[in-house]
T-cell receptor, first 116, second 113 residues
Framework: AQSVTQLGSHVSVSEGALVLLRCNYS??????LFWYVQYPNQGLQLLLK??????LVKGINGFEAEFKKSETSFHLTKPSAHMSDAAEYFC?????FGTGANNLFFGTGTRLTVIP | EAQVTQNPRYLITVTGKKLTVTCSQN?????MSWYRQDPGLGLRQIYY???????DKGDVPEGYKVSRKEKRNFPLILESPSPNQTSLYFC????????????FGPGTRLTVT
């Protein structure tokens, strides 16, 4: 069975500070991992994905995430927060071509606030 | 422009009045899915479809129906809506099931009184 835990439903950072959003997963097979961003009143947009290639994945808008198998983690980081990064972020896991189960299983989300 | 469209964007209705939320994608994607988003629960899958005429239940299918008669369309049907179906609904599509990026529609905010 697969699951995702996002630590911290709300995270606040100052503009220019490091952004760190935490995601831990559980999967019975090597997982595929995703980060999605949801801006206010919009649908979800893919930030980046890990599909068993390089463990450090770079995404859009300066975000990156590192897959750490030993820690079952896939934390999202950005060196310097910008006001436009304020949004809700979702981590998701997929077990790829399964037997008809969920394509994606989402965490509960982390709302990022950027303080000027 | 490649996109997933949903209609309506906002809907207020009363208990028991049947409604349909439409979803359409123009990317020739095989896989389509419906999610509901509730505070503190993230997104939960309602139904999905791996291709035309192939649909299956997700995590929270009770009270919902879907159909996939054409590749581009995947409507969500609430035969007898109840207040606990008040939520934000998203349609999504991807090339196929698996590791492919899912493209999300803009969402439909449904209120059932």
């Amino acid at each position: 069975a697969q699951s995702v835990t996002q630590l911290g439903s709300h995270v606040s950072v100052s503009e220019g500070a490091l952004v760190l959003l935490r995601c831990n997963y559980s999967s019975s097979v090597p997982p595929y991992l995703f980060w999605y961003v949801q801006y206010p009143n919009q649908g979800l947009q893919l930030l980046l994905k890990y599909t068993s290639a390089a463990t450090l994945v770079k995404g859009i808008n300066g975000f990156e995430a590192e897959f750490k198998k030993s820690e079952t983690s896939f934390h999202l980081t950005k060196p310097s927060a910008h006001m436009s990064d304020a949004a809700e972020y979702f981590c998701a896991v997929s077990e790829g071509f399964g037997t008809g189960a969920n394509n994606l299983f989402f965490g509960t989300g982390t709302r990022l606030t950027v303080i000027p | 422009e490649a996109q997933v469209t949903q209609n309506p964007r906002y809907l207020i209705t009363v208990t028991g009045k049947k409604l349909t939320v439409t979803c359409s994608q123009n990317m020739n994607h095989e896989y389509m899915s419906w999610y509901r988003q509730d505070p503190g629960l993230g997104l939960r899958q309602i139904y999905y479809s791996m291709n035309v005429e192939v649909t299956d239940k997700g995590d929270v299918p009770e009270g919902y129906k879907v159909s996939r008669k054409e590749k581009r369309n995947f409507p969500l049907i609430l035969e007898s809506p109840s207040p606990n179906q008040t939520s934000l609904y998203f349609c999504a599509s991807s090339l196929r099931q698996g590791t492919y990026e899912q493209y999300f529609g803009p969402g439909t905010r449904l209120t059932v009184t």
